[in-house]
T-cell receptor, first 118, second 115 residues
Framework: KAGVTQTPRYLIKTRGQQVTLSCSPI?????VSWYQQTPGQGLQFLFE???????NKGNFPGRFSGRQFSNSRSEMNVSTLELGDSALYLC?????????????????FGAGTRLSVL | AQKVTQAQTEISVVEKEDVTLDCVYE???????LFWYKQPPSGELVFLIR??????QNEISGRYSWNFQKSTSSFNFTITASQVVDSAVYFC????????????FGPGTRLSVLP
């Protein structure tokens, strides 16, 4: 069974540009979450999507957005890039079959997209 | 608000030594989940274990063992007879509620196992 796939693995952008990152969850997984990892702030939760709807959101500015498609694939977008957006962006998927079945809520992570903003 | 503390920033041990990674958490929920993940240099977080707040039973899996104590809000992780391949950053994480999708991660502990 294929794991979580993130593309691209590496990305270099300049300030002011925008970027789109892609995540394909494990087959059958319905929930996709995004995290930002930096040396200074560690792993921080960005948002979570379930059934094409944003279900949870972390404390990030509106420049960070995402969406989920009907096949559970997800994209996140960062507009007007800043130097501080340089980070490893990790995507995680989980089965999340629904209420009362939280035993399936283990998140499995992709290898991440390393974004460098120059 | 939920919070996870991993007081050990870096640990170095010599191969075959035992090592314990500490994790202390804060939450007001009575239902929550605790996790350990390993992040090797490749960057991908690898799931190791999950515990829910109603199950304080300790667990052993090969060379890994976990000690969950609600009384001290701790969920410590021990590697017995460490190996060089255990070198990685280890994260403890907490999620609250029945869904438990919003993870809060600790800052991580970088473990270096020297040959």
């Amino acid at each position: 069974k294929a794991g979580v796939t993130q593309t691209p693995r590496y990305l270099i952008k300049t300030r002011g540009q925008q970027v789109t990152l892609s995540c394909s969850p494990i087959s059958g997984h319905r929930s996709v979450s995004w995290y930002q990892q930096t040396p200074g702030q560690g792993l921080q939760f960005l948002f979570e999507y379930f059934s094409e709807t944003q279900r949870n959101k972390g404390n990030f500015p509106g420049r960070f957005s995402g969406r989920q498609f009907s096949n559970s694939r997800s994209e996140m977008n960062v507009s007007t890039l800043e130097l501080g957006d340089s980070a490893l962006y990790l995507c995680a998927s989980s089965l999340d079959p629904g209420p009362g079945q939280s035993a399936k809520n283990i998140q499995y992570f992709g290898a991440g997209t390393r974004l460098s903003v120059l | 608000a939920q919070k996870v503390t991993q007081a050990q920033t870096e640990i170095s041990v010599v191969e075959k030594e035992d090592v314990t990674l500490d994790c202390v958490y804060e939450t007001r929920d009575t239902t929550y989940y605790l996790f350990w993940y390993k992040q090797p240099p490749s960057g991908e977080l690898v799931f190791l274990i999950r515990r829910n707040s109603f199950d304080e039973q300790n667990e052993i899996s090969g060379r890994y063992s976990w000690n969950f104590q609600k009384s001290t809000s701790s969920f410590n992780f021990t590697i017995t007879a460490s190996q060089v391949v255990d070198s990685a950053v280890y994260f403890c994480a907490l999620s609250e509620g029945n869904y438990g999708q919003n993870f809060v991660f600790g800052p991580g502990t970088r473990l270096s196992v020297l040959p």
